[in-house]
């Protein structure tokens, strides 16, 4: 298939977008230089700055011919020795996979040779798409990283988000809501992000926190496994729109035992209210709309249930990854042919998605009329603000007022 911006992301690409966030983890690539030049290259166009410690070993015809892995070897003692981290992931690229180098055997046979836990990382580009890298990786951190503490030093009235991580496009906004909102409610205060933006020793600590909440589908086994070792508790509702919020309180409070600021609580929906009506006032005017909204699966369902509380019901989602059971209405695996069909087809007023497909519906003679970049992949957009998000009370004013200019 030929591309003329991007192919869906390997499950590689995932891994290192998840990892490369929390600042003081190192990450070793056994592979080309290049590889590893490539997926920083990609990371700019997130709009990231990894704060993580990266390395690559580069590899030679040789070691690839005779599967030699002394490189690797080597620089797990060069970086264990120069950086002295806690934790050293170890990964394998696909050129090296592609020969069957076992990169947890290696590990095994290292660790009496460094003092940092080796912790290898399989997602090598062939085992399915970037939601099943950063899966894993949740699930590495959950399981080697994070660590026990009595029940008497949990901190009653913090959370854990889990799951947001750098491809997505309004990661550090939503993260930014949602604090406000739980603060504003009950008083309570974020104890650890995995992984945006956050560290090795944060992460380990994220046993304190009352309850976990999974910021996206690739963060429910994750949240199991905490939940199981150390008894957290999870929230799988996220808060898109009034009906979202809703839910995600509803569900917290189930969990938590947490009392909600009536006061602040129908205050503010009240004024959500006053601006679902002004919305829908606005929106007459043009006639019933049809929208196309693309990026991750959660935020595909979940900008849709929003837009839906604003009076656009008919809808169609463009989905970047593999779902299993798709729901009715939304492609998965989104490839750029699949966008050009889908626009050709559905003939949308309203784009709300990822740079590429909006792209396309800027090119091509098409219906749209208004677009609005809220997912990757990013072309060249700059995305610095914290406070473009889609979740919460300041996610519904943020839709809300984009539709009012419309």
């Not at 380990?204 to 926190?209: C, G, L, Q």
């Not at 009536?262 to 209210?273: F, R």
Request: aromatic share 8%; hydrophobic share 40%.
């Amino acid at each position: 298939m030929i591309y003329q911006y991007y192919p869906i992301a390997s499950c590689r690409m995932g891994a290192l977008w998840t990892l490369s966030d929390i600042a003081d983890s190192c990450i070793v690539e056994f592979g080309p230089a290049g590889t590893t030049h490539f997926s920083i290259e990609g990371m700019s166009n997130l709009n990231a700055e990894p704060p993580s410690h990266g390395y690559t070993t580069h590899i030679s015809e040789r070691d690839l011919t005779f599967g030699d892995t002394s490189r690797l070897e080597k620089a797990l003692m060069e970086v264990d020795q120069h950086q002295n981290p806690k934790y050293i992931f170890v990964m394998g690229s696909t050129l090296s996979s592609i020969i069957g180098t076992d990169i947890e055997s290696i590990c095994m046979m290292m660790e009496t040779k460094v003092k940092a836990k080796l912790i290898p990382v399989k997602s090598d580009g062939f085992r399915g798409d970037f939601t099943y890298g950063i899966e894993e990786v949740l699930m590495l951190l959950a399981t080697h990283v994070v660590r026990s503490v009595d029940e008497a030093e949990k901190k009653p009235l913090s959370y854990t988000l889990v799951g947001t991580t750098m491809d997505v496009y309004s990661g550090r906004s939503d993260i930014r809501a949602i604090k406000e909102l739980l603060y504003n409610l009950y008083g309570a205060t974020c104890h650890t992000v995995f992984t945006e933006g956050s560290s090795v020793d944060s992460i380990s600590n994220a046993a304190f926190a009352a309850v976990q909440i999974a910021m996206r589908k690739e963060a429910h086994k994750a949240c199991a496994l905490m939940e199981k070792a150390h008894e957290i508790p999870y929230v799988t509702a996220l808060p898109y729109g009034l009906g979202g919020i809703e839910a995600f309180c509803e569900e917290i409070e189930s969990k938590t035992g947490w009392v909600r600021n009536q006061a602040y609580h129908q205050t503010e929906i009240s004024k959500l209210k006053g601006i679902v009506r002004r919305v829908m006032e606005h929106l007459k005017d043009f006639g019933p709309l049809r929208v196309m909204v693309s990026g991750n699966i959660d935020t595909v369902q979940g900008v849709n249930k929003l837009l839906s509380e604003f009076g656009i019901s008919e809808s169609v989602g463009l989905v970047n990854h593999i779902v299993k059971n798709c729901p009715e209405g939304i492609y998965d695996q989104a490839t750029e042919t699949v966008k050009h069909e889908v626009l050709n087809k559905y003939s949308p007023d309203l784009i709300l998605g990822d740079a590429v497909l909006i792209e396309f519906a800027k090119c091509r003679s098409t219906s749209v009329r208004w677009t609005h970049q809220i997912s990757n992949p990013n072309l060249d957009q700059v995305n610095i603000s914290h406070q473009k998000p889609l979740m919460g009370i300041e996610g519904m004013r943020y839709i809300g007022e984009w539709l009012l200019n419309i």
